[in-house]
């Protein structure tokens, strides 16, 4: 599992189960994952239906997710760097440098756009919250 997620998720998860899970987030589809783990397929689709289950693949699915995201983070300013130096080099075609520009100027528009959503649902998110509903309910 990875190193960052809640133990209470795989407290409850047996050794099988784990090693289900692990396996299937190294990429094997679940037949493969099955034979890792120990149990047949039928037995590793049943558990993946397990609410204890569910919730333990789902954070790890998510920290292995956030893992790989920091270590793309690591990368943008050598990433940025190098758009800024293709930019400043006199020698380069016109075309490359006017794409390295255009990434950036679009990388930095996407930024803002992103940011600005962030914000805007985690206000919304917030009303939510703490406002209760004024929409009226469909009758059961």
Request: with cysteine.
């Amino acid at each position: 599992m990875p190193e960052n997620t809640s133990y209470s998720a795989f407290s409850a998860l047996s050794p099988k189960q784990s090693k289900l899970i692990a396996a299937l987030l190294a990429g094997h589809p679940i037949i493969a994952a099955a034979k890792i783990a120990g149990c047949n397929e039928k037995t590793a689709h049943l558990w993946l239906k397990l609410p204890h289950v569910q919730q333990a693949y789902k954070e790890a699915q998510r920290a292995v997710f956030d893992e790989a995201i920091n270590l793309l983070i690591t990368d943008i300013g050598e990433a940025r760097a190098t758009l800024q130096a293709i930019m400043k080099e006199t020698e380069a075609p016109a075309a490359t440098i006017t794409r390295a520009a255009q990434i950036l100027l679009e990388q930095a528009i996407a930024l803002r756009e992103t940011s600005e959503l962030k914000a805007r649902v985690t206000l919304l998110e917030a009303r939510n919250i703490y406002e209760p509903s004024t929409r009226a309910q469909a009758p059961h």
